[in-house]
C-alpha cells in the first residue's frame, strides 16, 4: 500500500489541506510552502550546478496526539530540475548519483523546516541555528536502496519524501524513509533510505 493510499483515508488522524496545526506555539497550514530563500539558504554548500531542488514543501504531518500505526509521521514534496549533470556528460535521463543528490537536497529543506516549526515532536531538539551549523557534519545515509522502473525526464520532475519512522540507538537519530520521483508519465524512480543523524555531544537526546 502506497503512501498516498494510506494519506486518502478519511479515517487516517493526519493535518490535511487547510487545518491548523500548532507546533512550538506556531500555527501553521498544510501544505507548507517551504520560501525560495529557505531553500537557498539550505542548499548553500551545493555547487551552483547541483542545485536540483528549486521548490519544497510539507504536504503531510500526522496528529502528534492522534498518532495511527502505518500513517507516516511527515510527508514532504519538491520540484526538481537538471539542466545538467554536476558530474558527467549529459546522460539523457535520471540517474543513481542524482538521486542520491535529489533526495539529499530534500531532506535538508524538509528536516530543516522541521526543526524551525517544531511541527514534529520529536524533531525539537535542534535550534534552527544548531542545524545549519551541524547539517553538513551531522547528517549521513546509513543505508540506501534505490529502484529504476523507467527513464525519468530530469529536465522537469517531482520528489515526494515520506518519513514513517524515527528512532534513536546509540546517541544517533536514525530516520527511517522512502521516497519517490516522478515526472508528466508517473513515478520512474523510488527507493527506501534510512538517514542517520549524530548531533553534537552537548544536545540533549530525546
Known sequence: MTAAT?????????????EAYAGLG????????????????????????AKY???????QVQDPDRPAKGVPILTAAGRF?????????????????????C????????FGKCFETG??????????????R?????CFIASLESRFSKLLKSDGFRGELVLNKLSWAG?????????????????KAQGSIVLAFNPPANVAKH
Open 26 to 49: 506556531k500555527v501553521c497550514t498544510l501544505p507548507i510552502d517551504i520560501p525560495e530563500d529557505f531553500v537557498f539558504d539550505t542548499l548553500r554548500a551545493y555547487r551552483a550546478n
Open 6 to 18: 494510506l494519506i486518502a483515508r478519511a479515517s487516517i488522524p493526519v493535518c490535511r489541506p487547510q
Open 119 to 132: 511541527i514534529v515532536p520529536k524533531l525539537r531538539f535542534l535550534t534552527p541555528g544548531e542545524y545549519k
Open 171 to 187: 546517541g544517533v537519530l536514525f530516520c527511517f524513509t522512502t521516497i519517490a520521483f516522478s515526472d508528466c508519465e508517473g513515478v
Open 53 to 59: 531542488l528549486k521548490s519544497a514543501q510539507i504536504t
Open 81 to 101: 530540475a537538471i539542466a545538467e549533470s554536476c558530474y558527467i556528460d549529459d546522460t539523457g535521463h535520471f540517474n543513481a548519483v542524482e538521486f542520491n543528490i
Open 134 to 138: 551541524h547539517q553538513l557534519q551531522s
Open 103 to 110: 533526495y539529499n537536497q530534500l531532506a535538508y529543506v524538509m
